[in-house]
């Protein structure tokens, strides 16, 4: 686990510890001092903490004019045990909401597990971003059966056509606009 860095080809661009209306605005994180692990194996010290065991994340980037962020996250989204998703919504959504943030992809190719539990923190998020939508990009397949088990596809967009977005090769706006047009057209608007 501690060779996964976050996607950095975009750091160039957008850094959240040094934007101010982040979340993460300040954050200092090591280059060589591995201090965090997942069920005691070390990740990679770029991951960002947000008070939770077995879940960290990297803001890959946020575009505060056409509200939409990137976020990529690694290890066990645990909302059973942890209350990952309290966490993520608490230390990480809301304020990114309160800037003006409506458009979330979610990129999960490093989320090895999921255990659920109610949905209030799912529906509040959906309920934030109203005139926007959350998305799930590069989950595994197990991982979005569990979460629709929990009802969460009602609140995240997966799958479909959004399995077909390889991520990796668009800017930050150009995946936003390649995204969004996905989602109208799911929405037939």
């Known amino acids: 686990m501690h060779t996964i860095e976050p996607y950095y080809n975009w750091i160039e661009k957008y850094s959240a510890c040094e934007d101010p209306r982040s979340p993460l605005y300040g954050a200092?994180?090591?280059?060589?001092?591995?201090?965090?692990?997942?069920?005691?194996?070390?990740?990679?010290?770029?991951?960002?903490?947000?008070?939770?065991?077995?879940?960290?994340?990297?803001i890959l980037f946020a575009d505060y004019d056409l509200g939409f962020a990137v976020i990529e996250f690694i290890g066990e989204w645990n909302d059973a045990?942890?209350?990952?998703?309290?966490?993520?919504?608490?230390?990480?959504?809301?304020?990114?909401?309160?800037?003006?943030i409506k458009h979330f992809i979610l990129i999960g190719e490093n989320v090895f597990n999921f255990h659920g539990s109610d949905d209030s923190y799912y529906e509040e998020w959906f309920e934030d971003v109203e005139e926007g939508w959350v998305v799930a990009l590069g989950f595994q397949d197990f991982v979005l059966s569990e979460m629709k088990?929990?009802?969460?596809?009602?609140?995240?967009?997966?799958?479909?056509?959004?399995?077909?977005?390889h991520w990796r090769t668009f800017t930050p706006q150009r995946l936003f606009a390649l995204v969004n047009s996905l989602i109208q057209k799911r929405l037939g608007a």
């Open 28 to 58: 200092e994180n090591s280059l060589s001092q591995y201090t965090n692990t997942i069920y005691g194996y070390y990740i990679h010290p770029q991951w960002d903490d947000i008070n939770s065991e077995t879940l960290f994340l990297k």
């Open 81 to 100: 045990l942890n209350n990952d998703i309290m966490q993520l919504k608490r230390n990480i959504i809301d304020p990114m909401v309160e800037e003006g």
């Open 149 to 165: 088990n929990y009802n969460l596809d009602y609140y995240i967009n997966s799958g479909g056509n959004l399995d077909d977005v």
